[in-house]
């Protein structure tokens, strides 16, 4: 179930060629409703809601691994393989969904921006100025830099697309479950604290790849990098999270976190990095760098060894 160099080449050029387009289903949906169904299945019975979200995050991993597993013993090689790789890998359509933001900041249609952001980030952006909507932005190309790139090619070269389609399982169910109110506190304690550990090492390798892209580029600066990473990640409520969006603001010279609003409720995040530079919809133009740079690198040193 392991993938060769050759395909894992292809797969990663056919992501930064198409992205995701609109008319292809993509399979990441799938997960999703079944996911929900999940849910509905294993919270119609008098289980404890912990036990239940255990039940339900096993089947969810498992039906979407055997799917995987299933697709690779039947279909020809290897273009089952590559067309997994494709279609887990986010490095092109977390570009465009950057770009759909920063293309009306540039032009200045604020309300545009606010819609575009609105649509990959959970926080309330109705009113979000210019350096609002920017730090969300970049914020969320940071983290999902990690999460749905570098974590995803972390686990295909560990264990092939199984692992890399069970990786992206895990994220998913965290992204509906894994939340800490009335609903979701005990039904998504399993999703939540199994996404933790699965992203616990690629957090930090993502990291390490901003490190050293910045450290080659100009304008960015390694040492600030490696600085706000060491000291402002770990104040995250996220046990990763901050590691790509502390080394980022320190690589950009620009400060993430700070106050957001989710459905009127305040919160209040620790600052990333320094505010040493402006932060506006040029900011994006190193964020794509890192972007692009961090997967090619993990690509090249996977090939490498």
């Not at 979701?184 to 490190?211: H, K, Q, S, V």
Request: charged residues 20%; proline residues 5%; aromatic residues 10%.
């Amino acid at each position: 179930m392991m993938v060769t160099l050759t395909q894992l080449a292809f797969g990663v050029a056919t992501d930064l060629l198409l992205g995701d387009p609109r008319w292809l289903p993509h399979p990441i949906a799938g997960v999703g409703n079944l996911a929900a169904w999940m849910e509905r299945v294993w919270r119609r019975g008098s289980l404890p809601l912990r036990v239940a979200g255990v039940g339900a995050w096993f089947g969810v991993v498992a039906l979407t691994c055997g799917v995987v597993w299933v697709s690779i013993r039947l279909l020809p090689e290897p273009f089952v393989q590559i067309y997994w790789i494709y279609s887990l890998l986010a490095v092109r359509s977390l570009d465009d969904h950057a770009m759909a933001v920063v293309r009306p900041l540039r032009d200045g249609n604020l309300l545009a921006a606010r819609e575009a952001v609105g649509r990959i980030v959970g926080r309330d952006v109705d009113a979000l100025d210019e350096r609002g909507v920017t730090r969300a932005m970049v914020e969320t190309v940071a983290e999902n830099l990690s999460d749905g790139v570098i974590a995803p090619l972390f686990w295909l070269v560990l264990g092939g697309p199984v692992a890399m389609a069970a990786y992206k399982a895990i994220n998913t169910m965290d992204s509906m479950f894994g939340h800490k109110n009335e609903r979701y506190l005990e039904f998504g304690w399993c999703a939540a604290r199994m996404d933790d550990l699965a992203n616990l090492i690629p957090a930090r390798l993502t990291a390490i790849l901003i490190w050293l892209i910045a450290a080659v580029w100009p304008g960015m600066s390694f040492l600030q990098s490696v600085r706000s990473t060491r000291r402002d990640a770990h104040r995250q409520p996220s046990p990763n999270s901050g590691y790509p969006e502390a080394a980022a603001a320190g690589a950009l010279g620009v400060q993430l976190g700070g106050v957001n609003y989710y459905r009127g409720t305040r919160s209040e995040k620790a600052f990333l990095g320094e505010d040493l530079r402006p932060l506006n919809w040029r900011t994006y133009r190193g964020m794509q760098v890192l972007l692009y740079g961090s997967a090619l690198l993990f690509v090249g040193v996977a090939v490498w060894l």
